[in-house]
């Protein structure tokens, strides 16, 4: 009956010690609990032993119902606290998930300061570029300092222009002068030709003259001869008829008359022989005058032909002279009008130039005051930089100091939460384990003594009851108490919490500075903004300045101040005649078989100081290659491509080669790109006969798709 009794208490007991070493049994549960497991199945081993004795007890089904209602009512409170310990599980899990969650959002406020700090090394390297953009903008100011200074020369050139056309002026002057000189030149040998024409005119007279008197003489001469021959006939007839006295006197012999005849005779022999000789020397006479006359006809005749000769000279010089008094009369007009226009052009010059110095001196005031207004306001930006670059490094410098100190506080605060929950944990499974294994050998120690006390089952019952209302107080003491473990553990969960809230708050702070610096960091790029959009009106403004003022429009699809993306690049081809091409020094066109027939090639040879043989061209894309003629007699030349370093080019070749790619490249940035082409004079090979340079045509963007291959 007692062991019936006993064994209903029992059971409910191992029942509820089962229930509750499930309940509270975990894997950080010390040793014992296996040993305590299996004395609760032997108890109630042995209480299924003694369940058919249990009937037999009539006094103890109220007391076991109470103490049913009491063990349902702890094991309800049981399961309850269980419940409060599965949700403190819960949410300890769900504060670890937060912390876990927390320790993510950290990570990424860290990713996100680290992408900040790209950001601002980004900000940093866009605000050197700008620093170059500057420095580009400053060499281009400098450039159109120079360009003025070109200016400045080539109207100091204009100048000594105008100094040349007023010496070729006075050069003009003096030929003028020296024509009249000439012409008076021309009048007085004209004068002297007409002297020379009266003189001759005079000589032909005297010659007249002559040839009548000679021809007087000659009348003369032949009278005397025929007077001469009459004489001789007289002679004749007194020596005949003297030779008839002779003979008469023949028949004389008187010695005296014969010697005085024969002393005449001989007088007359000598006389005839005087005759004779007179004779003669008239005949001579007679002849030297016949020549001296035919050499009088000739002169005269020679005289007459240079008299005709003189006569239409005078006559041409005349018409010469009335050609060169008009001609005179056309210089006089030509030269005053050229120096009237000579004047005017001077003028016009002096206008000129006075309206070029002035226009000089405004555009180097105004550039003088864009470049201090350029000066001034990229130091004003440079120092706001500065600032601005120190402040946000400064403010990162500490927030990356207060992330790290509050990561590394929060990582302490989680590691110490962790450990204090752990060991709180532990603790409570070690008390209840020891509560449960107290409990069970309390209950084993009373059952021993109801054994042993069998016979006193009222009194021990009552003692037992007394004891188990006991152990029921302690058990609910022990639950109290496990109460206050778990209000420890709620105040603890509660200072998770609040540490949680903490960081929520601190997290909150840090989304708020990262906010404020993203805001920093957004005012930083609307100040890059601003930069950006002064650094392009400026560039505008240079590139206005350095285009030539001709109404051409620009290259479609660029934007010098980076403010829309280019177009896509296409395929083009531009020959040596294309207005593409901007051609500076002495460039001769050719016709043969390249491309497109024609061909620009520099063949003069380089005299300094003039500028060198050069071939300028712009294009839009992201490529470029240059055509040319390849032969013995070519050159080499420098290309030279945006702000790269310049390429040395060789169009020599041992035999004539048409279209031959001389010079390529892509890869380019998609924009507008300059070539610069210059002859060097050097020969293409020490072989070579000559150092010409040309160009045959070109091709943009070959490397695109509609490119052919």
Do not use: C
Not at 307 to 313: A, E, K, P
Not at 395 to 418: H, K
Request: a negative charge; proline letters at 3%.
């Amino acid at each position: 009956m007692k062991a019936a009794n006993t064994t209903l208490i029992m059971a409910p007991l191992a029942i509820a010690t089962a229930v509750l070493a499930f309940v509270f049994s975990g894997p950080e549960l010390p040793p014992s609990t296996a040993s305590q497991a299996a004395g609760s199945e032997s108890v109630t081993t042995s209480s299924q032993q003694n369940n058919n004795t249990a009937a037999d007890n009539p006094g103890v089904p109220a007391d076991l119902s109470r103490l049913e209602d009491q063990i349902k009512k702890l094991t309800a409170r049981v399961t309850n606290q269980d419940q409060v310990i599965q949700t403190l599980q819960t949410q300890l899990t769900s504060q670890e998930q937060s912390t876990s969650e927390y320790q993510g959002q950290i990570a990424q406020l860290q990713a996100q300061a680290a992408d900040q700090h790209q950001q601002m090394e980004r900000l940093q390297t866009q605000s050197s570029s700008h620093q170059e953009g500057i420095t580009d903008l400053k060499a281009k100011a400098a450039d159109q300092e120079r360009n003025i200074k070109d200016l400045f020369a080539a109207a100091k050139t204009d100048r000594q222009n105008v100094k040349e056309l007023r010496n070729i002026t006075a050069i003009q002057s003096s030929e003028i002068d020296g024509l009249q000189s000439v012409t008076a030149t021309y009048g007085q040998q004209i004068a002297g030709l007409e002297m020379d024409s009266q003189l001759y005119a005079d000589q032909f007279e005297d010659v007249l003259q002559a040839s009548t008197a000679l021809k007087n003489n000659l009348e003369a001469l032949k009278k005397a001869n025929q007077d001469n021959s009459n004489m001789i006939g007289g002679v004749s007839s007194a020596l005949y008829a003297q030779s008839l006295k002779i003979t008469a006197l023949e028949d004389f012999t008187d010695n005296e008359v014969m010697d005085a005849l024969e002393t005449r005779i001989g007088e007359l022999e000598t006389a005839k022989s005087a005759l004779q000789t007179s004779i003669d020397t008239l005949e001579d006479a007679k002849e030297a005058h016949e020549i001296s006359l035919e050499s009088l006809t000739t002169l005269a005749t020679t005289n007459k032909g240079k008299i005709d000769d003189l006569t239409s000279q005078g006559v041409t010089h005349g018409t010469d002279i009335a050609a060169l008094k008009g001609k005179d009369t056309l210089l006089d007009g030509d030269i005053a009008a050229a120096n009237t226009a000579i004047s005017n052009e001077i003028a016009d010059r002096a206008a000129e130039d006075t309206l070029l110095s002035q226009a000089l001196t405004d555009e180097a005031d105004a550039r003088t005051l864009a470049d201090n207004k350029l000066t001034t306001d990229l130091d004003d930006e440079s120092k706001a930089r500065s600032e601005a670059d120190g402040d946000l490094a400064f403010a990162l410098a500490q927030e990356t100091t207060a992330r790290q100190e509050q990561d590394t506080t929060l990582a302490e605060n989680i590691e110490n939460l962790n450990t204090v929950l752990t060991k709180e944990l532990n603790d409570l499974k070690t008390k209840l384990a020891d509560d449960l294994a107290a409990l069970n050998t309390a209950i084993t120690t009373k059952l021993d003594e109801l054994f042993k006390a069998n016979e006193l089952q009222d009194l021990a019952f009552i003692s037992f009851k007394e004891g188990y209302d006991t152990q029921i107080q302690s058990l609910v003491d022990q639950l109290t108490g496990h109460d206050a473990s778990i209000n420890a553990l709620q105040t603890a969960s509660s200072g998770l919490t609040s540490t949680v809230t903490t960081l929520q708050g601190d997290v909150q702070t840090q989304s708020n500075n990262l906010t404020t610096l993203t805001t920093n960091v957004n005012g930083i790029r609307t100040d890059l903004t601003g930069v950006d959009g002064r650094v392009t009106t400026l560039e505008t403004k240079v590139s206005e300045l350095a285009q030539p003022d001709d109404g051409t429009d620009p290259d479609p699809g660029t934007d010098p101040g980076g403010g829309t993306t280019p177009p896509a690049p296409t395929y083009k081809e531009a020959e040596d005649n294309d207005p593409v091409f901007t051609y500076t020094g002495n460039w001769s066109s050719v016709t043969g078989s390249y491309s497109n027939g024609t061909l620009k090639w520099s063949t003069l040879a380089y005299t300094a100081p003039n500028p060198k043989d050069t071939v300028t061209f712009q294009f839009s894309g992201t490529s470029v290659r240059v055509f040319g003629y390849k032969q013995k007699y070519q050159g080499k030349a420098l290309l030279t491509l945006d702000d790269l370093a310049p390429v040395e080019i060789n169009f020599y070749n041992p035999v004539a080669l048409n279209t031959q790619v001389v010079f390529e490249k892509a890869g380019l940035t998609n924009g507008t790109h300059v070539v610069k082409i210059e002859r060097l004079y050097l020969k293409g090979d020490p072989s070579g006969f000559n150092d010409y340079i040309n160009v045959d045509k070109v091709q943009f963007n070959y490397d695109a798709a509609d490119a052919p291959k």
